[in-house]
């Protein structure tokens, strides 16, 4: 048998085919970034352009009973064309683009593209109290993923042009580059480097300006101009962002209960929607600006325009609470931006109404700037992204002299939220299936790496009818110490190794009689070929090894050492936190 079929190089040559794309470089991915960045932006128009018009097609419908049945259809007809017609799995699709990168090498399916946008403009478009950002996320990343495999980019450069599409989305739908810029950076990416960095910046400033073009450069909300505060609103903000904290951390696991209950009332991935979209439509039947995405209710709250007495507004804000919860949980497809701005808001203009009769009026800013902190803080408490929290905030408002508050909130809300949920609304499923891999963690990195790409070059195969004889001469060959014992047809059917049999190889005349089949291992525990490191170095600590064999199905491959698995981690932490 020919030494060459057991010879195996590709430790070495994934370190050089690394070392290569990064003398490559990034040039290529420029163009199509913009591209991505026009596809996606163009998703996001239409995406907002057919929701808001739907919504006006049906609100003559929403003002009488009718308001019971229409989330529950809308909710219907969007899980049915996600789950059943375009077979993607429910929700808002976020945790998908993550596992996407991390996981799946920055491939997605090209019906991607299209499933959570059609399902979300029917949800909802009919009423349904969600926002569309999740879902066009889920787009616009099934953009990037679709043009990085037409133009054959490698896998680091599909994971940008993955968050390229991401935040092409995030910036067509809201008019706010920045926002999506933070977001792929802190959901999708978690990492920022200069060569990532640059693409992504590049396609959500190309959607931004497609959007600015088709709708004017004004921002989705009008906020008040007298934005400046006093000490004593920022140390309010710090008590404002420990409330928006709670308020995130109910919102997460309101969502997390009513998935939860959809799966024990074994309702399926269509039922559970419409069913939940009938406890939708009775919140709208008792207060309509409950009801989907919730933006004039915003636009009411940081101009002041939210009226009546306080228990009436902590009933809208409860029901609002309830119906988000209800839509986002029972897996209909909508994204949690839109629900977490409306909470936000009334969040902060039930602060403001609380802390009021206690402050003097002169040293008290606004109502509008503390439904603005709100906001940012709700944010940056439910995604556990504070930065997309403070910049969606000024973007979407031009409330930039907001700022100092937005900050106090945003990072307060935070650390309260981290207390209670370690992981965001997004997160929290991906850890829970072991696919949260971020970069230049080990997880990542030994989950980027197939015990195939580590086998020993020097492996020697000796058969069950040799002689330790013919094993002292074939071990001049190598100088490994284990040696696969394989069968007529390459099968695996025992180990040796050298130490065991060593008295005997010493005595020529044992030597020659004594066959490798009655002394070998016969009980041999072996790696699978797609074993992933981490489930490599388990195995065999289990073991209590150092060497162990590699087959795949019933077919020997090679020999792996816990040495050269220790080898190949170092490598691929060097490639990748190089760039970083």
């Not at 239409?46 to 003559?60: F, M, R, S, W, Y």
């Not at 959809?262 to 069913?275: D, N, S």
């Not at 060593?502 to 291992?521: H, N, Y």
Request: include cysteine; aromatic fraction near 4%; charge should be negative.
């Amino acid at each position: 048998m020919a030494e060459s079929r057991w010879s195996h190089a590709a430790p070495l040559r994934r370190v050089l085919e690394l070392l290569e794309a990064r003398e490559e470089g990034w040039t290529r991915i420029f163009p199509t970034a913009v591209l991505v960045g026009l596809l996606a932006g163009a998703l996001a128009l239409g995406l907002h352009a057919g929701t808001h018009g739907l919504q006006e097609l049906l609100a003559p419908w929403l003002e009488g009973p009718a308001v019971l049945a229409l989330p529950a259809l809308g909710a219907l007809a969007g899980s049915w064309v996600v789950v059943r017609l375009l077979k993607e799995p429910p929700g808002h699709g976020v945790p998908e683009v993550v596992r996407a990168v991390c996981r799946e090498g920055g491939r997605m399916h090209p019906r991607s593209i299209v499933s959570r946008w059609l399902g979300s403009l029917l949800h909802v478009g009919a009423g349904g109290s969600a926002g569309l950002e999740g879902p066009i996320v889920h787009s616009g990343a099934a953009v990037g993923a679709f043009v990085g495999e037409r133009f054959h980019l490698d896998e680091r450069r599909r994971g940008v042009l993955v968050a390229c599409g991401v935040a092409a989305g995030i910036a067509g739908i809201f008019n706010a580059p920045l926002t999506g810029l933070a977001f792929s950076m802190e959901i999708v990416l978690a990492e920022v480097s200069a060569l990532s960095l640059a693409p992504v910046a590049l396609a959500a400033a190309v959607a931004a300006g497609l959007a600015r073009a088709a709708q004017g450069d004004s921002p989705a909300f009008e906020a008040p101009m007298e934005l400046s505060l006093g000490t004593a609103d920022l140390v309010l903000c710090l008590v404002l962002g420990v409330a928006c904290g709670l308020v995130g951390v109910a919102l997460t696991r309101g969502v997390r209960a009513g998935h939860t209950l959809g799966e024990r009332l074994y309702l399926g991935r269509v039922g559970t929607p419409a069913v939940f979209g009938l406890g939708v439509g009775l919140v709208g039947l008792l207060e309509l600006r409950a009801l989907g995405d919730g933006y004039p209710l915003i636009q009411d709250a940081i101009g002041d325009g939210v009226s009546g007495p306080a228990l009436a507004l902590l009933g809208l804000f409860t029901l609002k609470l309830a119906a988000s919860s209800l839509s986002l949980g029972s897996g209909a497809p909508g994204g949690v931006f839109a629900p977490s701005l409306v909470l936000g808001a009334l969040t902060g203009v039930l602060f403001h109404r609380a802390v009021a009769p206690w402050v003097p009026v002169a040293e008290l800013a606004p109502v509008g700037s503390f439904a603005l902190a709100g906001m940012g803080g709700l944010i940056a408490a439910t995604l556990q992204a504070p930065l997309t929290g403070i910049l969606l905030v000024m973007e979407v408002t031009g409330g930039y002299g907001a700022s100092l508050a937005l900050m106090a909130t945003s990072v307060t809300a935070l650390l309260v939220a981290r207390r209670f949920e370690p992981h965001s609304i997004y997160m929290r499923v991906l850890q829970e299936a072991g696919d949260l891999l971020r970069p230049g963690t080990d997880q990542r990195i030994l989950a980027d790496i197939r015990v195939r790409e580590c086998l020993d070059g020097e492996v020697v195969p000796i058969r069950e009818g040799m002689t330790l004889a013919d094993l002292v001469r074939a071990a001049r060959r190598t100088t490994r110490n284990h040696f696969p014992v394989l069968d007529a047809d390459e099968g695996l059917v025992g180990m040796l190794e050298l130490s065991s049999v060593r008295e005997l190889m010493l005595d020529p005349e044992l030597a020659r009689v004594t066959l490798v089949g009655t002394v070998m291992e016969d009980t041999v525990a072996a790696l699978p070929a797609d074993a992933d490191l981490a489930s490599a170095l388990a195995r065999f600590d289990e073991l209590g090894a150092w060497v162990l064999p590699v087959t795949e199905g019933s077919r020997f491959l090679g020999l792996v050492s816990k040495s050269t698995l220790f080898g190949i981690y170092r490598n691929e932490l060097r490639m990748q936190t190089s760039d970083a």
